[in-house]
């Protein structure tokens, strides 16, 4: 048996990446239900007006109801929007509805429009103490992927191991820098996770070899491999962890989170 422990300060992911399809609404899903089952608790705040972490938490996004949406533009309390997931009482997720869309534009008049969700965020774990916060964003640079930066206290990038894999990925890491220069100093970058790896062909395992060459310490060892079962669960309103929790992608993504929580408690070591 693991034995993990998430006994420090609250670790805010945000799962970042500018390219669309390299699987991080399904690492922030499957990482929060994993770390969820091993007793964390977690809040999964889904930002993406495509609500894909809604859907795959089996909660609740359909356009009346209020969601981080209303967080962001008319201070509705955090507390107030978050559901807890069926998946576990551990998982707790604040949804997006298709609302969100407009807040790229609507933010931009907003007094702190960078820091509103890191505002929320903030009142919101004085009141509900919460292990891991784990934001999901859309792909692109926008106000919403800005304030996850800013709200955040690590960034976990995955990334596909396909030819254009490394493509944006500097262009990626200079907002980070110019993130944490102008609006949160204390951001690192954290972790890489390789998705939908295919072992069998050359191409994965080159792009594999030449990430880890690049990011030698924030690399996973671990590898999410491509797995039809992981990409069935989301229509069940289900991550992979709870739909099929015996498949290759499932234990994949344990081992992720096992992982994940390990290096930190083993840097707190290290420090103390
Ligand atoms: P993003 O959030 O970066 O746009 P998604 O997490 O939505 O990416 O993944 C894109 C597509 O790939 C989805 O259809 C998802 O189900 C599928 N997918 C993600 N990870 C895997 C995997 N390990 N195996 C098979 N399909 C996957
Ligand atoms: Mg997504």
Redesign the pocket.
Same mark, same amino acid.
């Given at each position: 048996s693991v034995t993990v422990r998430f006994d420090g300060p609250t670790r805010i992911f945000t799962i970042s990446n500018q390219k669309?399809g390299v699987g991080? /609404? /399904?690492t =922030?899903v499957n990482v929060a239900s994993a770390m969820a089952e091993l007793g964390a608790k977690v809040l999964v705040i889904d930002l993406?007006p495509?609500g894909? =972490?809604s859907t795959a938490l089996g909660v609740p996004h359909t356009a009346d109801l209020q969601s981080i949406y209303d967080v962001l533009i008319s201070d509705v309390p955090l507390a107030e929007v978050v559901q807890v997931s069926p998946e576990s009482p551990n998982l707790l997720c604040a949804p997006s509805t298709i609302h969100l869309a407009g807040a790229e534009i609507e933010l931009v008049s907003q007094v702190a429009r960078e820091h509103r969700l890191r505002t929320a965020l903030n009142d919101y774990l004085s009141a509900h103490p919460t292990d891991v916060v784990i934001i999901?964003?859309?792909?692109s640079l926008g106000l919403l992927t800005i304030n996850a930066f800013t709200a955040a206290t690590e960034v976990m990038i995955p990334i596909q191991c396909e030819y254009y894999a490394l493509e944006g990925l500097s262009q990626l890491l200079g907002n980070i820098r110019m993130i944490q220069k102008h609006l949160n100093p204390d951001l690192t970058m954290s972790t890489i996770l390789l998705t939908m790896f295919d072992g069998r062909t050359r191409l994965a395992q080159q792009v594999a070899e030449e990430v880890r060459g690049h990011f030698p310490h924030e690399v996973l060892d671990t590898v999410i491999p491509r797995s039809v079962r992981v990409s069935e669960a989301p229509s069940f309103g289900q991550t992979v962890i709870t739909y099929d929790g015996q498949s290759v992608g499932a234990v994949a993504y344990r081992e992720a989170a096992v992982e994940i929580a390990r290096r930190a408690n083993d840097d707190n070591e290290k420090r103390h």
């Open positions: 669309g991080k /609404t /399904t =922030a993406d495509q894909n =972490a999901d964003c859309p792909p």
